[in-house]
T-cell receptor
């Protein structure tokens, strides 16, 4: 069965510092990868996704993630975080064509302080 | 436009009771999903509908859990003889066509507490 590992349950950083949230998945022939964000008292929102093509994908609010097939990773990065980035971030994987369910990691809580 | 809505937002019930949780997907979305999120965990898949039919119910934990989508829009997740271990946030999501590449749009969830 597909699995997703987010090793860091919580990542505290100062505002304007860079951050990396790690995500590894169990290998499969082909996967689609997603990062979802959950702001306090809100539902899950898609941040970005990798389907195919360029291994670097970007979101509209400055986050980026790089698909690394050899390391089975899809780490999320941002060069300079804001207080408003404080949220829970979930990595998820879909096994590919013919499969619809998402398998989520346990989440990483990003805490940005001034 | 309107997103995925779920009612109620909170439900407190007693052990052994029956509960129904409702999901209203984004208009025009043919695919609907239910997930369950326990404290400190990521969402776990329960069931997926394509139209009116349950295309994948492999995540339902046991036969106390059942879900319907009779007209291909609103869905109801039904839990019989609730147990304390059923306490969790139940999330509903919908996507346009149910393709693996589709974005799943999530509702705010229903927090179920079984006393």
């Amino acid at each position: 069965a597909q699995s997703v590992t987010q090793l860091d349950s919580q990542v505290p950083v100062f505002e304007e510092a860079p951050v990396e949230l790690r995500c590894n998945y169990s290998s499969s022939v082909s996967v689609y990868l997603f990062w979802y964000v959950q702001y306090p008292n809100q539902g899950l929102q898609l941040l970005l996704k990798y389907l195919s093509g360029s291994t670097l994908v970007e979101s509209i609010n400055g986050f980026e993630a790089e698909f690394n097939k050899s390391q089975t990773s899809f780490h999320l990065r941002k060069p300079s975080v804001h207080i408003s980035d404080t949220a829970e971030y979930f990595c998820a994987v879909n096994r590919g064509t013919g499969f619809q369910k998402l398998v989520f990691g346990t989440g990483t809580r990003l805490l940005v302080s001034p | 436009g309107a997103g995925v809505s779920q009612t109620p937002s909170n439900k407190v019930t007693e052990k052994g009771k029956y509960v129904e949780l409702r999901c209203d997907p984004i208009s025009g979305h043919t695919a609907l999903y239910w997930y369950r999120q326990s404290l400190g965990q990521g969402p776990e898949f329960l069931i997926y509908f394509q139209g009116t039919g349950a295309a994948d119910d492999s995540g339902l934990p046991n036969d106390r859990f059942f879900a319907v989508r009779p007209e291909g829009s609103v869905s109801t997740l039904k839990i019989q003889r609730t147990e304390r271990g059923d306490s969790a946030v139940y999330l509903c999501a919908s996507s346009l066509q149910g393709l693996a590449t589709d974005t799943q749009y999530f509702g705010p969830g229903t927090r179920l507490t079984v006393l």
